[in-house]
């Protein structure tokens, strides 16, 4: 629509981000105006280390938690400490995570100035304020025998937060006005669940002796098979922000992701009476679980960075509802002259 | 604060009762009338000068006679210039112009603002609460509170909110929360040439703007429409609405912002329902082993 001679390239109906970065895109433009190719939204700046990062991690401590119990009710004794050692430490480097993420680290303890249900980020301070003491302590009262009784009570509590801790995330991200992140907002807590048990399953998998790996192993592969599963659902039905799980980064963490899981999957049926096999499997399972959360992430990032993911869903939206938005009915995008068209009520 | 979280989602219209304030001044706002607004950027310099908006890089970008590019943490108004190859209305062709119809240039201008929410994102994700709803209705966030998490950042549909650099905190428009505070009117109203942004009680700025969208399309400019005018949109309508002369999204604006928080419910119920399946399967793997 705009019709600017002198562009950056100095060239003419020119959008210069595509032009710039010389990309094919998949399928030829749709037809959308837009200011300059300049983005609608603003772009996220949290850093994926940290934040994809976060993701994963709250993911692994979560569902490592709920396995720990299992595992400490079941009388598997090193699978439960191996899993309450990393939701400790997964629940540690959360919290690290989080505050080297902000952009005034000193204030972190502004996070539980109030309890908002409206930001998932709100309760999702809450939550991990709760969880990482708990499964510190679980993991503490494993190690040095102490107070058997108060560990007990806190693997409980972690693994009751741990569910949550471990989906929240998918709330967090969809509530964003970043389309790849909003329009998977249905699909998108069952991935992280999935992702979720294929993690902590994974490091199970890694660290517990063979013998005791029985449930990690069947957790793997469902886990590991769901995500595969429920993310190829949720690309399906997001329209148009699926084309940014296929940009640039999300791509290769994407593929990465698959071939990952694919291959810990098959590699935890096949060796399942090898420690290495299994070993080997595990830290496959949670490779692919991390490369998952991280390709949700960088497709956001480049569905915020090209407006047309902003701006052809909403044109169609808008369009689709016909008579309904602002500019139809109120002041007409048709002239005023063809209003009279409309057939009067008779 | 209020009682039910989704409360002003659901009922109330005026923001700031909705807020929780019982006694509380009208609503007041921006209506930016783009049909007169002559690209000078005044708005931008007062905005600068008068809230201590730091400088935020000198560069030339090819966009027309825009170097600022868009709003964000040190660019509150944001004059968009854009060259359109048509005319406006019965506008003449230019001077230059041998070769009739095709050769007629418009230029549209607009000043874009920070829209004020009746349904805010970027107030609703806050997890600090240093964003807050003000009794004007106008959204501001407290400097001191901000630990700069950046969660409001891509929550705005607008892209209004941004991350300071060497700053790390969030900033956007006030609204001039000091001036309106004390009766008068915010910095770049008060420095517009044309009142092209012109600021009031919002009831009162929608029917000057209904009026002028009348006056304007009786004139021949058919194009002419408001945009966040509608208390019925994705946001509950803006605080800051505009009169422009060309679809959105032509401005750099989303043609239908939706507040993302209106399905932030469905999203608990599905986390939810994510949180039982996970436990429920993990459970299912124990005890499966355990017979």
Known sequence: MNETDVTREGLEHVRPRHASRGEQPMVPDAEFGSYYGQPIINQPVWRGPDIAGYFFLGGLGGAASVMAAGAHLSGRGELARALKIGGAVAGALSTVALIHDLGRRARFVNMLRTFKPTSPMSVGSWVLAAYAPAATVAAASDLTGIAPGIGTLATTGAAALGPILATYTAALVSNTAVPAWHDAYREMPFVFASSAVTSAAGLALVAAPLEECGPARFLGVLGAAAELGTERVMEERMGLAREAFYEDKASTYQRAARGLLGVGIVGSLAGRRSRLAGALSGAALLAGSAFTRFAIFEAGLASAADPKYTVVPQRQRLEARGGRSTSAVTNGHAPADAVPSEPPPT | ?291
């Open chain 2, 1 to 291: 604060m209020a009682p039910n979280p989704f409360r002003s989602l659901l009922e109330e219209a005026d923001p700031a009762t909705a807020s929780g304030y019982v006694d509380h001044p009208p609503r007041m706002g921006f209506f930016t009338d783009t049909s007169v607004c002559i690209g000078c950027k005044a708005c931008e310099v007062a905005c600068k000068e008068w809230n201590h908006v730091p400088e935020d890089g000198l560069r030339y970008t090819g966009m027309s006679y825009d170097n600022t590019v868009g709003l964000g943490a040190d660019t509150w108004r944001h004059v968009v210039f854009i060259e359109q190859r048509t005319r406006l209305a019965h506008q003449l062709a230019g001077a230059a112009a041998g070769d009739g119809a095709t050769s007629g240039i418009r230029w549209l201008m607009a000043s874009d603002v920070c829209k004020h929410c009746t349904h805010a994102a970027c107030l609703d994700v806050c997890p600090t609460g240093a964003l807050l709803r003000t009794e004007f209705g106008t959204v501001v966030v407290q400097e001191d509170i901000c630990n700069g998490c950046g969660y409001c950042i891509p929550a705005c549909p607008y892209g209004v909110i941004d991350q300071r650099h060497g700053d790390g905190r969030a900033w956007k428009c006030t609204l001039c929360y000091d001036r309106i505070s004390v009766g008068a009117e915010p910095a770049c109203a008060k420095a517009c040439p044309t009142d092209s942004i012109q600021f009031g009680a919002l009831d009162e700025l929608h029917e000057r703007a209904d009026r002028r969208l009348a006056q304007l399309h009786e004139a021949g400019v058919a194009d002419a429409r408001l945009y966040g005018r509608d208390p019925g949109d994705g946001v509950g309508g803006d605080g800051a609405f505009f009169l422009l002369l060309d679809d959105p999204e032509v401005y750099g604006l989303p043609p239908d912002p939706v507040v993302t928080t209106r399905d932030l419910p469905a999203m608990w119920r599905r986390v939810a329902t994510a949180a039982v399946v996970l436990a429920g399967t993990v459970t299912l793997g124990f005890v499966r082993r355990a017979r």
